[in-house]
C-alpha cells in the first residue's frame, strides 16, 4: 500500500530532457518539437540547474521580428529576441523542487509561480528529474481499493475507540458512514481523509 504523503519522486520523470547553458536557440527549439515539451532545465558543469528555457522564452525572437525600436518595458523581450544561446535566453534562478517534497507542495509552487513543470534538484543543484502538471494528477488514479486501504488504516484505525466508521470509495470520492461519539470530529475526519493523496472528494453519512 501506499502511504500519504506521495512524494515528488514517487510520481515525476527520472529521465529528463535537459539542455546545456550553450546550446543554439535553433537546438532548443528541436529539442523541445522532439520531446514534446514546453520547458527545459538548463544544466551546466556536471549537470547543476542554473535555469529553465521555455517556449515563452523563446517566442519574442519572432514577436520582434518586424517593428521599430522597442519600447523600455520591453526591452528584456527584445534583449531574448536578439539572443541565440541558451544562457541568453533561459529564466535564472530556475524554479526547483527536491525529490522528497510532497505532491502537494509541488503543486503550490507550481500555482505560485505560474509554471507547468519543475526541475527537480538534489541538496546540492544537480538535476536528479523533472515534474510536470500531468504527473502531479496522477495521484487521482490510485485504485480505489488503495484508498480505502489507506484511510481505515491511518484515518479510521486511530480514532476506533470513538466512532463506528467505515468508509466506502468510488471513483475517488469518499463516503463515511456510521457514527461518531463526538460530533465536533466531523470536520477534522473530513480534512483527515481529504489528505489522503488521490481523494477526489468526501461525502459523510452519519448517524
Known sequence: MSVTPHTVSDVMSHTPVAVGSHASFRQVVELMSESKVS??????????????????????????????????????????????????????????????????????????????????????????????????????LRPD?????????????????LSKLDAKVEEGVVTLRGSLVDRFMVPILANAVRAVEGVVDVRMDLG
Open 145 to 161: 481499493e488503495d484508498l480505502l486501504s489507506e484511510i481505515r488504516s491511518e484515518v479510521l484505525g486511530p480514532i476506533s475507540p
Open 39 to 140: 520547458a527545459l532545465p538548463v544544466l551546466a558543469g556536471e549537470g547543476r540547474v542554473v535555469g529553465v528555457v521555455s517556449e515563452a522564452d523563446l517566442l519574442p525572437k519572432e514577436a520582434f521580428r518586424e517593428g521599430g525600436p522597442p519600447a523600455a518595458a520591453q526591452l528584456d523581450e527584445a534583449f531574448k529576441a536578439a539572443a541565440v544561446l541558451v544562457e541568453d535566453l533561459m529564466s535564472s534562478p530556475a524554479v526547483t523542487v527536491h525529490p522528497d517534497a510532497p505532491v502537494a507542495e509541488a503543486a503550490r509552487i507550481m500555482a505560485r509561480k505560474h509554471v507547468k513543470r519543475l526541475p527537480v534538484v538534489n541538496s546540492e543543484g544537480m538535476l536528479e528529474g523533472v515534474v510536470s502538471r500531468g504527473d502531479l494528477l496522477k495521484v487521482f
